[in-house]
Every structure is written in C-alpha cells, then in structure tokens.
C-alpha cells in the first residue's frame, strides 16, 4: 500500500520561509514523479510544482519560481519544498502527490488526475 505523508506546514510571516516534507513508503518503482499540490479556500487545487526521481527534472508553476525550491532523496524516497520568501496568497493547503507509471511534461505534470497517490495535507498560512 503507498502512503504520503506530508508535513512541516504552518505559520510564516510574509517573506519567511517554510520547509515541506513528503514521505513515501509502499512505491513499488524507482522510477516516480511526486508533484506538490496546494489549495486555498474557494479555490481549485493548483500544481506547484513536480519532481521525478530518476532524473530531477522539475516544473513549476510560475507564481513560485524562484522562491520554491523542490528537492528529492531517491534513497529514502522523500521529497522537500523549501518555500523561501512566503507571501500571503501562498496561503493554502499542501499536499504531496506520487505517480509511478505516467512521464510529465511542462503540460502535463500540473494535472492532480493523473497522480495516483495522495497525502494528507499540511496547512501553510502566510500572514502580512
């Protein structure tokens, strides 16, 4: 059974920072993708940003860029968003996500419907 947990959310001040951890256990590849999703209240979930493991390759969205930084431990299969600069409107609730068998590109990898494994959810609020 794959499992995420996410974890390390909480409250920052506008230009602080936060770091994001994701835990997976049960994947059964070396080969996998995990993409970070966030969700603010009203809104739909939007792609952050995704990492795949073999070859680090990132994307991410580009309200984020430059100020997220996302990271992967192949070896202990954990994935970090290191949030620097926080601002109010990353206000949200993070998840992690995993996908073993789909390959993303800069079009693709932003789509929750194509990940198969979810977390839980850690809340980031961001006050100004």
């Known amino acids: 059974e794959v499992q995420l947990q996410a974890s390390g959310g909480g409250l920052a001040q506008a230009g602080g920072s936060l770091r994001l951890s994701c835990a997976a256990t049960?994947?059964?590849?070396?080969?996998?993708?995990v993409g970070w999703f966030r969700q603010a209240p009203g809104k739909k979930r939007e792609g952050v940003s995704s990492i795949r493991s073999s070859t680090g390759e990132v994307f991410s969205t580009d309200s984020v860029k430059g100020r997220f930084t996302t990271s992967i431990d192949n070896s202990r299969k954990m994935s970090y968003l290191l949030m620097n600069n926080l601002k109010p409107d990353d206000t949200a609730v993070y998840y992690c996500?995993?996908?073993?068998?789909?390959?993303?590109?800069?079009?693709?990898?932003?789509?929750?419907?194509?990940?198969?494994?979810w977390g839980q959810g850690t809340q980031v609020t961001v006050s100004s």
């Open positions: 049960g994947l059964r590849f070396d080969d996998f993708t």
């Open positions: 996500a995993a996908e073993e068998k789909a390959e993303f590109d800069s079009k693709t990898w932003f789509n929750p419907v194509w990940y198969d494994y």
